[in-house]
């Protein structure tokens, strides 16, 4: 499908902490980072927000109409702001995940935005990997190992992506490729931001606790940590994942504290969840590289300095960008499909066998 070596990719990603949507071009041949493009972000409207936020937990099948207009008339306004691109990787809106029970649901329909754009869309990312026993998530793993090696790491690193959910890739890039026995560990760390931002909604109309202001003001609840901390999840061993609601119940662990209290304990859970997920990697990474939106959290980011082992920065200190590190995976992932390469393996998702998720759909004109 694809010609030349070297393709330019346009990614676009819509996370769980329902933010925006991210858009990014980079030129890849599906295996290297030859050099990242411009970029582009629409927030969404606090009506738009809520659209999303009322379909989360639908199914295929379950009356999505309006949050799939919202989806495909915000993809398609802010991917067409890109220009000069191949194709386009188009993750859609996550609205649930339960990959050992009904699936995965992500909200978008390629042929749509391939129509729009007058450009191949590669998507539905997720699905071939559950159907061979995976987790569907996270899919950035593949990506992290390319950014390892364009920053010239030589001994293992961590990248933690804190988005609604955490999830962590460890590292090994003396390896030759992702799919490679040892040179990958990914996994879901727990609930990050999404309940917070559920918290903030909730009590004070806020889309987010900008910059731990309010966490700040408040002292960790030691107990409702240490409740928190007894799920079921943490026992079990990675590669795993979670679904955005899968930690509800830590509003009610909160329920009783007034809000920056409350806030500062969100933040230290999260902040533990993946201190306790560290001790799975297979040797210690030499530092832990932070993207999303978690790494402008000052008193998180204090919160795991103190609690890891290791160096902990944010993405921008090896010259990567923390915004657009998930939008830029999947149009990574969208040539991995196009070439016809796994954009999974066994080590970041439990799948069976190295596997290419992901279907095309092309405009009528080509």
């Known amino acids: ?21 991210d858009a990014a071009l980079i030129e890849t041949d ?27 937990g639908k199914w295929q099948g379950d009356d999505c109409a309006a949050a799939a207009g919202v989806v495909h008339r915000v993809h398609c306004e802010v ?38 754009l007058g450009l ?13 026993g995976g987790e569907g998530a996270p899919l950035a793993p593949f990506f992290h190992f390319a950014c390892a090696k364009w920053i010239g790491a030589t001994e293992p690193v961590a990248f933690l992506n804190l988005g609604g959910v955490g999830n962590l890739t460890w590292v090994d890039p003396s390896k030759s490729k992702p799919q490679e026995d040892g040179a990958l560990l990914a996994f879901d760390t727990g609930p990050a931001n999404a309940p917070l931002n559920d918290l903030v909604a909730l009590r004070l109309g806020l889309d987010c606790d900008r ?20 799920e079921a999840f943490f026992n079990k061993m990675p590669p795993k994942s979670l679904d955005r609601d ?25 902040a533990t ?18 993207t999303g939106g978690g790494r402008k959290n000052p008193v998180m980011m204090r919160m795991l300095s103190v609690g890891l082992d290791c160096r902990v920065d944010p993405v921008e200190a090896v010259g990567l960008d923390g915004d657009m590190l998930e939008a830029q995976a999947f149009a990574f992932l969208a040539v991995r499909v196009g070439r016809g390469l796994p954009t999974s393996a066994p080590s970041t998702t439990r799948v069976a066998a190295p596997v290419g998720g992901g279907q095309i759909s092309r405009p009528d004109s080509v």
């Open 1 to 21: 499908m694809l010609g030349a070596d070297v393709v330019k990719a346009l990614g676009a990603m819509s996370g769980t902490s329902l933010d925006g949507v």
């Open 30 to 56: 599906g295996e290297r980072i030859i050099a990242f493009g411009a970029s582009a972000y629409h927030p969404y409207s606090d009506e738009e927000r809520a659209v999303l936020r009322a379909a989360l």
């Open 79 to 116: 991917l067409a702001e890109l220009q000069d691109a191949d194709i386009v990787g188009f993750h859609g809106q996550t609205l649930a995940h339960d990959p050992h029970g009904r699936g995965t649901h992500q909200l978008g329909d390629g042929n749509i935005l391939a129509e729009t």
């Open 120 to 132: 191949p869309v590669v998507w539905d990312f997720r699905s071939a990997d559950v159907a061979m």
């Open 211 to 230: 910059d731990g202001k309010l966490a700040a003001k408040g002292k960790v609840e030691e107990g409702a940590l240490e409740l928190f901390l007894e």
């Open 246 to 270: 899968d930690f509800s119940v830590m509003l009610d662990l909160v329920r009783e504290l007034n809000d920056a209290d409350a806030a500062a304990t969100m933040t230290a859970m999260a």
């Open 273 to 290: 969840a993946v201190m306790v997920g560290m001790e799975h990697c297979p040797s210690p990474p030499t530092r832990v590289l932070v």
